[in-house]
């Protein structure tokens, strides 16, 4: 298990998926797996980012580590209160001049993991974990 933090600025998406990618090799995860994780990842800290701190400093605390069969990525920031679970999937049976712009991000982090949870942190702030089968 690795844990890193990391300042909540679009500047370091590189540097957080860099750790990220490291890690899960480190961890013999297959790279397919760490291929689809890094794309949720990618999705959700832009989110925290852009969505969660608007602007203002913050950080996110990144952990990879392994569980059985499945490589398991946490998320954790202190932006205000955000459970993605709870978020409907976009509707996209309709014509692209009817849809909202954005929004994709919640659908891709559910595509390409298998589990998505939420929880606030023991500590306050947001706690998002990513599953993916990877072993």
Not at 74 to 79: G, H, K, N, P, T
Not at 122 to 135: C, D, H, I, R
Request: no cysteine; glycine share 6%.
């Amino acid at each position: 298990m690795s844990t890193a933090s990391f300042a909540a600025e679009l500047e370091n998406l590189a540097v957080i998926r860099r750790f990220a990618e490291e890690t899960a090799q480190s961890l013999q995860a297959n790279q397919a797996a760490i291929d689809d994780m890094l794309q949720a990842v990618d999705e959700a800290v832009t989110n925290i980012i852009v969505h969660g701190y608007a602007g203002r400093p913050g950080t996110i605390e990144a952990q990879v580590k392994r569980a059985g069969d499945s490589l398991i990525v946490r998320l954790r920031d202190q932006a205000p209160r955000f459970d993605p679970t709870t978020v409907r999937p976009p509707d996209l049976t309709l014509p692209l001049e009817k849809r909202r712009p954005g929004g994709l991000g919640v659908h891709l982090i559910r595509h390409f993991v298998d589990q998505v949870h939420y929880h606030t942190a023991p500590q306050g702030g947001n706690e998002l974990t990513l599953v993916k089968k990877a072993f």
